[in-house]
């Protein structure tokens, strides 16, 4: 029997694919959070509530509270260790013992009061705000206790680190912190006899920030207005217009009053003894000591008095 031909044989209909089944899945409603591995126990134990803020367990002591020592020589062995500690709380807690070192013990804290501000300026720049405060105050309790003798660590820079830090504290926004600075400030000006402190603010004037140069005049002005006319004379009457010009025309109107109160000073100083034309006078000494520019701001502040 003859084969047939493979191209006569007949097509064949390609297997249609088999339907796949289909799946129903059980659609699983969500649960609630409070369905997730409750059982009897610790349903009983509801959640703590959220710690208290860190700060609410600092207190800010006045100076009048704080009590002397019983032991002080014993006390200030450990003193370094507390302030250099890990625990902000405990280096609050070390900061008031500072405080009660200097005001009724300082004469035990004079051999490592370097030290101390050393670590104190370091504080200042902790971003923790009580630890901030805590520091300022610790700071003012120092300018009262001490004064003049702070000027003494040149070595290590000490003073001139606090009061650049104080400065700036002075300028920033918040608002409790800023008002502790302008306290410690005024502590400082208080204590330390105008011409060594002028010496050292005279520097922050020109400085960057703003704010820093207006804080800088108004310690300044303070420092001013406590000396005398000799103590004028004696640090410049020049140098003392020179501080001020740059701050007559600042941005911010607190260095400008600074600086009014420095010129006007120092006319004070200079007319006290001109009995003819004191106007004249003191526009022919800003004149022939002053760039025109500077001599013209100085002799309109006094006519603005």
């Not at 249609?16 to 409750?38: N, Y």
């Not at 609050?92 to 009724?104: K, M, T, W």
């Not at 000591?289 to 603005?304: D, E, F, M, R, T």
Request: proline content about 7%.
């Amino acid at each position: 029997m003859a084969l047939r031909p493979i191209d006569n044989a007949l097509p064949t209909t390609p297997e249609r694919p088999k339907k796949q089944a289909k799946l129903s899945i059980p659609i699983q409603t969500q649960k609630k959070p409070s369905d997730f591995g409750v059982n009897e126990e610790n349903k009983a134990s509801p959640l703590p509530p959220p710690p208290p803020p860190a700060d609410a367990s600092v207190d800010y002591i006045s100076s009048e509270k704080l009590k002397p020592f019983e032991d002080p020589e014993s006390k200030i062995q450990g003193l370094v260790e507390g302030l250099e500690s890990k625990d902000w709380v405990k280096v609050c807690e070390s900061l008031n013992d500072v405080r009660r070192f200097s005001l009724h013990h300082s004469t035990v804290l004079l051999p490592t009061l370097e030290k101390v501000m050393l670590i104190l300026v370091k504080a200042m720049n902790n971003p923790r705000s009580a630890l901030c405060k805590t520091s300022i105050m610790a700071a003012s309790d120092i300018f009262n206790a001490f004064g003049e003798k702070l000027l003494d660590f040149t070595d290590s820079g000490a003073f001139d680190r606090l009061l650049l830090q104080l400065l700036l504290k002075a300028s920033q926004d918040k608002k409790f912190v800023c008002e502790e600075a302008d306290k410690s400030l005024k502590s400082m000006v208080n204590t330390i006899a105008p011409l060594p402190l002028l010496n050292k603010l005279s520097g922050y004037v020109n400085h960057g920030n703003l704010r820093v140069r207006a804080k800088a005049a108004v310690s300044i002005s303070n420092s001013v207005s406590k000396m005398g006319v000799d103590e004028i004379k004696e640090f410049g009457l020049v140098k003392l217009l020179q501080m001020a010009t740059g701050s007559l025309n600042d941005r911010l109107p607190e260095a400008r009053e600074a600086a009014r109160s420095i010129v006007f000073s120092v006319y004070k100083a200079f007319t006290e003894n001109e009995d003819e034309n004191p106007g004249e006078a003191w526009q022919s000494f800003c004149q022939s000591s002053l760039s025109p520019i500077q001599a013209q701001s100085i002799i309109k502040a006094v006519g603005s008095q």
